[in-house]
């Protein structure tokens, strides 16, 4: 059975914290991929990653940063945590696009992150 | 410019009827996917269907089934015979070559007994 895991559901933390989310997937995908959520403006990307210390920036990347060192994980970091990045926080895999097609993303549980 | 765009903030069906869910989108390449989630009150995505832009056929998966009009740039979502367990958010998705996803804003469907 396939999975992304995320290391937390909910976390508060208080506002300028090192904030540190963690994502691993056990399904061997190149991609990896974080997203916030808040109501109204679906998903925007954050950060991507095509490959292992593979980074690229994604629609909001701004107080954010990530690390890939493994394949299997993928860590955003808050450096500076701010109240207005309290939101959900999700991650997803998936595959390069390849002959079978563009290949589905897997997603995690998501983090509800609040920023006191 | 947007890339996909998914017009119903929220809908409501009767339980057992079909819905349609909407979505265009916007590309010039000659070569990408399309996706539907589905996103309960839970919180997690779920995977629904898949549409290749070659592909010649529409996609279909159980009660689910993609109305791909490639002209017109839009991938529908149509859910036969709505479960309350359908009342969830919805989310159309793209993918280019360039790996990147692209998420619309999502519509809420709520069934109704």
């Known amino acids: 059975d396939v999975k992304v895991t995320q290391s937390s559901r909910y976390l508060v933390k208080r506002t300028g914290e090192k904030v540190f989310l963690e994502c691993v997937q056990d399904?061997?995908?190149?991609?990896m991929f974080w997203y916030r959520q808040d109501p109204g403006l679906g998903l925007r990307l954050i950060y991507f990653s095509y490959d292992v210390k593979m980074k690229e920036k994604g629609d909001i990347p701004e107080g954010y940063s990530v690390s890939r060192e493994k394949k299997e994980r993928f860590s955003l970091i808050l450096e500076s945590a701010s109240t207005n990045q309290t939101s959900m926080y999700l991650c997803?895999?998936?595959?390069?696009?390849?002959?079978?097609?563009?290949?589905?993303?897997?997603f995690g549980p998501g983090t509800r992150l609040t920023v006191l | 410019a947007q890339k996909i765009t998914q017009t119903q903030p929220g809908m409501f069906v009767q339980e057992k009827e079909a819905v349609t869910l909407d979505c265009t989108y916007d590309?010039?390449?000659?070569?990408?996917?399309l996706f539907w989630y589905k996103q309960p009150s839970s919180g997690e995505m779920i995977f629904l269907i898949y549409q290749g832009s070659y592909d010649q056929q529409n996609a279909t998966e159980g009660r689910y089934s993609l109305n791909f009009q490639k002209a017109r740039k839009s991938a529908n979502l149509v859910i036969s015979a709505s479960q309350l367990g359908d009342s969830a958010m919805y989310f159309c998705?793209?993918?280019?070559?360039?790996?990147?996803?692209?998420f619309g804003t999502g519509t809420s469907l709520t069934v109704i007994p």
């Open positions: 399904m061997d995908h190149e991609n």
């Open positions: 590309t010039s390449d000659p070569s990408y996917g």
């Open positions: 997803a895999s998936s595959l390069y696009p390849g002959l079978a097609g563009f290949n589905e993303q897997f």
């Open positions: 998705a793209m993918r280019e070559l360039g790996n990147q996803f692209y």
